[in-house]
C-alpha cells in the first residue's frame, strides 16, 4: 500500500496460466484497484446497498417521532396572494426536542377544504418568503392551497424584515424531512380546511431531494415534485462530490457543507464507521426508494451547472412509470429557467386539486 498526499491504492494482482494447444503460455493479469482516500476505503463506501441496509433504513422511519409538540402561533398576517386574500400563520412547535419554524398560508374565501403544498426551499440560507415562494404565486395559482413553509434546523424563516430562527444544527435532507413532517402534522391538528387527502410536496435543488424523502416517508402524499437536487449518493457524480470532500475541497452544492460536517468528516477521524456512513448516504437517496414514490415530477438542465443532469438520469432509471422525470436542454436551475416545467407542475396540481390522484 502506498500512500501521497492522503490518497492511498492498495493493486491486488491476478496471474493465470492459460495454457495454449501449441505448448505456448500467456499469461492474464486482473487488476482490481481499491480506493483508499484520507483513510477511508470508498469500494466499500459506495457498494451498491444490500436489501437489509434499505430495510434497516425504512425501519428508523418508521420509529422516528415526528408528532407536532408545543404548538404555539407566534406571527399573523393577512395579504394578497396573486389576486386572492390569504392568511399566514407562522408557527413555533418542537421536533427531536428543539424549536422548529415554519409558515402556513391559508385562503380567506373557503367554502369547503382546499388540497395542501408543502413547499420546500433550495440553498442554505433558509427561506424568505417574497424572494422564494411569492414570485411563483400566479404561475402555479399557489393560493388555492394551504400552503406549508417549513425553515429546516438552523435556519430563518424571513418575512418583511422580521426573523423568525430555528434551533438546532442544519441537518441536510435527514433533519430537514423530520422538520417538514412535523410541521405537517401540526397543519393536520390545527387547521381545518387542510384536506389531508390531498397532499404535494414540492422543493427546489436541497428541498427537491427532501420532497422525495418526504413522500417516501408519508403515504400521505400524493403528490411529489422535485427540481434540479441529488437523488443518489451512491452514484458516480455525488462519489467525486464526497472523494473530493474526504481531501478538503467542498463543492458548493446546497447542504453539502454542513453533511461533510456531520457525517464525512467523523468518518475521516475514525469517529464514524463505514457501516453508519453508508446508512447516512442510504438515508439521503430517494432512487433507491424509488418504488415507493408517489405519482410525481423532476426537472433537471441537461446542463446545470451545479448539480449534472445524471441524478435525475438515475432517477428516472429507477423511478416508477407513474413518475416523470423532465431533462431540459437549456442551462439553468431555477424553476422559471426551465420552459413549460411550470406548466407541468401545475397541470399536475390541477389533477390534485380535482381529486383526481
Same mark, same amino acid.
Given at each position: 500500500m502506498k500512500r501521497a498526499g492522503g490518497y492511498g491504492v492498495a493493486v491486488l494482482l491476478v496471474l493465470g496460466t492459460v495454457l495454449i494447444g501449441c505448448g505456448e503460455a500467456s499469461t492474464g493479469l486482473t487488476i482490481e484497484e481499491e480506493r483508499i482516500v484520507a483513510g477511508v476505503d470508498l469500494n466499500q463506501l459506495f457498494a451498491p446497498p444490500t436489501p437489509q441496509?434499505?430495510?434497516?433504513? *425504512?425501519d428508523d422511519w418508521a420509529g422516528q417521532d415526528v408528532a407536532a409538540r408545543d404548538m404555539q402561533a407566534v406571527a399573523q398576517a393577512s395579504f394578497r396572494l396573486g389576486n386572492l386574500p390569504v392568511t399566514m400563520t407562522i408557527w413555533h412547535h418542537t421536533v427531536n426536542g428543539q424549536r422548529h419554524v415554519g409558515a402556513v398560508v391559508v385562503p380567506d374565501? *373557503?367554502? @369547503?377544504?382546499?388540497p395542501v403544498l408543502v413547499w420546500l426551499h433550495g440553498g442554505e440560507e433558509g427561506v424568505r418568503l417574497e424572494t422564494d415562494v411569492w414570485p411563483l404565486a400566479d404561475s402555479l395559482n399557489l393560493a388555492r392551497f394551504v400552503l406549508v413553509i417549513p425553515a429546516f434546523r438552523g @435556519?430563518?424563516?424571513?418575512?418583511?424584515?422580521l426573523l423568525f430562527p430555528t434551533e438546532g444544527t442544519p441537518d441536510p435532507w435527514k433533519g430537514d424531512v423530520a422538520d417538514a413532517l412535523a410541521l405537517l402534522n401540526v397543519v393536520v391538528q390545527q387547521v381545518p380546511a387542510a384536506d389531508t387527502g390531498r397532499i404535494a410536496v414540492l422543493g427546489?435543488?436541497?428541498g427537491a431531494?427532501?420532497?422525495l424523502l418526504m413522500a417516501v416517508r408519508d403515504a400521505r402524499i400524493r403528490v411529489a415534485i422535485g427540481v434540479a437536487g441529488l437523488t443518489d449518493f451512491f452514484g458516480d457524480f455525488m462519489q467525486q462530490v464526497i472523494e473530493e470532500a474526504l481531501l478538503g475541497t467542498v463543492r458548493p452544492v446546497p447542504g453539502l457543507q454542513a453533511f461533510t460536517d456531520r457525517v464525512l468528516v467523523p468518518l475521516r @477521524?475514525?469517529?464514524?464507521s463505514i457501516a453508519e456512513a453508508r446508512l447516512a448516504l442510504l438515508r439521503r437517496s430517494p432512487v433507491h426508494f424509488a418504488d415507493l414514490l408517489p405519482v410525481g415530477q423532476w426537472h433537471h438542465s441537461?446542463?446545470?451547472p451545479f448539480i449534472p443532469a445524471s441524478e435525475a438520469e438515475r432517477l428516472k432509471a429507477a423511478g416508477p412509470a407513474w413518475f416523470q422525470v423532465f431533462l431540459y436542454e437549456e442551462a439553468g436551475y431555477e424553476l422559471q429557467d426551465l420552459p413549460n416545467a411550470l406548466a407541468r407542475i401545475r397541470m399536475l396540481l390541477d389533477e390534485? @386539486?380535482?381529486?383526481?390522484?
Open positions: 441496509e434499505r430495510q434497516q433504513v *425504512l374565501t *373557503l367554502i @369547503e377544504q382546499v @435556519e430563518t424563516l424571513a418575512y418583511q424584515g427546489i435543488d436541497r431531494t427532501t420532497a @477521524e475514525g469517529q464514524l441537461q446542463n446545470d390534485l @386539486e380535482a381529486g383526481a390522484l
